[in-house]
Structure formats: structure tokens, C-alpha cells
């Protein structure tokens, strides 16, 4: 690195790592997750000065899905700091789910030199950063550090997005005079989308929408948990008479109401599609209405009302089309949806459809209580007599983080959530191997919560780094691991249509051994009478992290995958 003129190292001025650090404190941030390098170690030492706690994790794509949970937890403003070069890249999935799911996150990026090529750490930040949905900044100014940071900060939070923020190390290092601290009350003007009020056309059509409607259904997905639009959305479906069900990001939303079905989509229950498939009207609020929610399309009936709550007019309509598309946030246009009502009501009762038959159908057409074909045998447990007996034996008051693969809807159908923040499922990039680092920033946020984490055991072996993380900060952590010795999503997808699945085939792993050798606890399990440790070490108190081995049958495809992939000899 070239030296520095002296006026630039003047031990009067501030340098530019500090001012950084302390924009970003300014914003509001309470916690950064990463690991430190030569590019941001100075900046991450500074955020800790002001108070910020910092969660080292083993592997950037880790600290970014901790980051990523957390602050779908807690909706603050995360942070993640990461060096230059790898430091960027070995983050870059996990940016890509956190843009993906409107996460607010910020990752400060150390980067070379400006204008050094030569270096081995050197690449184009902006072009890999904006390929994958994140925003790219730079302090390029020393001058304008301070506010630079604090703009990226609030852009974070406003926009609802992954911000990069490259720090090259020559600008780091710069002494500037130190900013005026910003009004905290106009940090949060900025930091906030104001709420803008539906469109008046739209608006009367909606109305005359729902009063026409017999058999309403509101779907409430990962928009109307951002926009904490429960309590109003159970306001509204009690004046209408309405069914709840929510999008599998939405999962826990609705818990414990009568009236929920659950999870809409592949992993509905047999009383939620029936139900759902009866409906005349839909309100979705804050879902995409993608392929997985609408079960490639086959959920909704065609002749219900399709109406589309967003507050981004181009999601409207995007994964399929709508009969009405309602541009706002879910709880502001559920409220003028009920003040409307009220105003126009003439006494008459909900056109609702709730009956003692529709209540009797959904608890007896539950997932839990539908009848299967236990597929266990002396070397393998059914998952989903797995699932139930942990479900059974676990503390109800619960987070249920969820890695991807092909086990995940056998987690959404068979354990209980308590709430919308006891869920998360960081699968909006479908990628595997997040679920163990997500469970960490999850342990964070709700430290009174037992952490539930379920993987493959693909995924698992993907992150398995973090499990140091997770014995090093002492969390109550257990781990479920779906292990089939194999990436089961590949096997039972193409070897059916007639190909050798061997390169995704594995042998066994004993996770259990593994989780002693970092510390931790574990049992394999291959029937529900293997469950006796579980059981005292949740009488113990659920200290640490315990890892259950599941050795699932691998010859079960699931319902759901085979709809997906529409393999009829699956």
C-alpha cells in the first residue's frame, strides 16, 4: 500500500474507519456478525469501541445468515463485516438470500486500494454485489465518510435490502475532521417508507370485491410479517368471516387462531387445499403468489377473485396473473379495508364461511392427524414419525429454523410454531447450507427460546464449520439432521427418470460423534425408543447444542417433491 502524506495521519483528525463505525452506531445498529482481515479489522475494533456487539463467526457466508435471521427476527438493522477479496465472495450467497427476502443488511466490505489491479485480492465489487440483487456503495470521499455511511445504513433499512459497502483500505486510513452526529429523529425520517395510500379506483373495486365474496380467504405471506400486519389482518378476517392461511415464509403468523389452515401451498395440509380450493375470494397480502405457494398454479380454483396486496406495484401479478392488483403495505390497506366496512355497514352478518363442519374439517384434515404408511425399519426411522415424536418432546416455546433441501416440508407440516418470529427459512435463494448459520443469528436475537434447527445432512456437512460458533457462544441450540447420505432433492429427482444417482450419494456420517468432538451432545437415531437422551436433555434444561441423527429411509420421496417435479413413477 502507498504511504500516506502526513496531514492525512495527523493524530488531531479522525480516520475514516472510526467515522464509519460511527454512522453506522449512529443508525441504530446493535450487533455485527464476521470475521476480521487486514481490509476491515480497524473498522470492526471501532464498532466494538461504541458499544456494538460482535459475533465472530467461522466462515463469511456464515456471519451473512446469521446477520440475515437476526434481523428477520428482530427487524433491526443488521450488520456484517467482512475483508477484501474472498472475504466478499465467500459472503456473496448469502447476500443474495438476504436481498432476496428484503433482509435490511449492511455489510461493510474492506477492499484494495483504489485503482490497484495488481493486488490478489482485487475484483469488481459492484458487478458481482449487483448481479445477485444487492446495492453497492463505496466511500470513495473521505470528506463525506460519515454521511456516506449513514446513507447506506438508512438505505438498508428503507429500502428493505442487502447494502455492500466497500471500504477501500487507502481511504480507511485518512484523517478527516470529525461530521456533525446526525439527528437521531432524522436518521429515523430517512430510514422510513412512508406509508402511501392505495389507489382510489383499486380501493372501491376491492370493497365491492369483498362484499361480494362468500368464501373469503386472506393469505398473508413475508410482506405482512414485515409490516407486523397481524392483529388488523385477524380484525379483518373476524368481520368477514374469513379463512387465514399464509405463504411458508409466513409460517407462525396466525398460530393457534381456529380458523388458520396453515401453510398454503406444496406443503398444505389436506384441509388447508381443500379449503383454499373452495374459496371464492383470495386477499393476498404481502405474498408472492409464486409456484410453491400456489402449488404451480393449482391451488386456486379459477373461478375465485385473485386480489394482490404489495407494496411494490411491479410484484403485482408477477409469478402469475390477478384480478386485482392493490398497491400498499398490508397492514395500512388492511385498516382503510376495514374503516370501509364499518362505515358502510348495514348490520348485516360476515359472508364468512365458518361452520362447525368447516371447523371439523380442518382439524380433522390436519397434516398431523391424516393417516401414512410408516416406512421405518430396523436401520431406518420414518421422517415424519421422526418429526412428530420431537415436536412431541421439544419445549413448545420455540425458534424453527429450516435449511433447504428435500426433507423441508416434513419440518413445516409436523412442528408447531408458536408465532411468526419463532419460524425462519432462509430458502428464497434455494440454497442449502444456511440453516445452521441462520439458527445462530436466531439464537441471538431470542437467547430465552430453544433454537430448533433442521438440515439435511448435505446442508449440515455444507456449514458444519459454525457448529464451533455455536458451542463457543454457548447456545441452546438442537439440531435435527434429516441424514440419508445423500442430496436426496437429486436422487429422487433423477433417478426416477432413469439415471444413476450415485454422484449424490454419500456414505453414512455419524453426526452424533461429531457433535461430541466439537463439544457438543448427540444420539443417532433409528426408531422413537433411541430417543431417551433427547428426553433427559430436555429435562436437564436444554443446555448447549444437542444434534438428533436422524437415519431417515431413503426411499421416501415426498408428496410434495414428486408434485413439484411431476415424476409419475416416483
Known sequence: MTSLPATQINSALTPVWREVARAIADAGARRCFGLVGGANFKVTLALTDLGIEFIAA?????????????????RALSVVSVTAGPGLTNAITGIAEAAKSDTPLLVLAGDVVRGDRRSAFAFTQADLVRSV???????ADAKTAYDDALRAATTARRQRTAVVLSLPIDVQEIGVDAAPAADPAAIARAASEPARPPNLTAFRELIATIKASRRPV?????????????????????RLGALLATSVQAHGMFAG????????????????????????????????????????????????????VDVE?????????VDLEVEGDAASVASSVLRALETADDGAAPNGWRSPEVADLIDRRSSRRVPYEDVGTADYIDPRTLSKAIDEILPKDRVVVVDGGHFVGWVTRYFAVPDARGWCIPIAFQSIGLGLAAAIGAAVTQPDRLIVCAAGDGGFLMSIAELETAVRL?????????????????????????????????????????ARGYGADGVVVRSPADLGPLRRWVEAGAPGVFIVDGRINPNLAADWYREVFGAANL
Not at 490 to 495: D, L, P
Open 313 to 321: 406495484k411491479g410484484r403485482c401479478g408477477l409469478h402469475r396473473p
Open 133 to 139: 440483487g444487492a446495492i453497492w456503495l463505496q466511500i
Open 218 to 238: 386472506i393469505l398473508a405471506g413475508h410482506g405482512a410479517v414485515v409490516a407486523d400486519a397481524e392483529p388488523i389482518l385477524l380484525e379483518l378476517a373476524d
Open 58 to 74: 467461522r466462515h463469511e457466508g456464515g456471519a451473512v445468515s446469521m446477520a440475515d435471521a437476526a434481523a428477520r427476527l428482530d
Open 474 to 514: 454457548k447456545m441452546r441450540i438442537c439440531i435435527l439432521v434429516y441424514n440419508d447420505s445423500a442430496y436426496s432433492a437429486e436422487v429422487h429427482h433423477f433417478g426416477p427418470e432413469g439415471y444413476s444417482p450415485k454422484m449424490a450419494q454419500f456414505p453414512v456420517t455419524d453426526f452424533a460423534a461429531i
Open 257 to 308: 387462531h381456529p380458523w388458520n389452515l396453515g401453510i398454503a401451498g406444496g406443503f398444505s395440509s389436506p384441509a388447508a387445499a381443500e379449503l383454499i380450493a373452495q374459496s371464492d375470494l383470495i386477499l393476498a397480502f404481502g405474498t408472492s403468489l409464486n409456484m410453491w405457494t400456489t402449488k404451480k398454479g393449482k391451488l386456486i380454483s379459477e373461478y375465485a377473485q385473485l386480489v394482490q
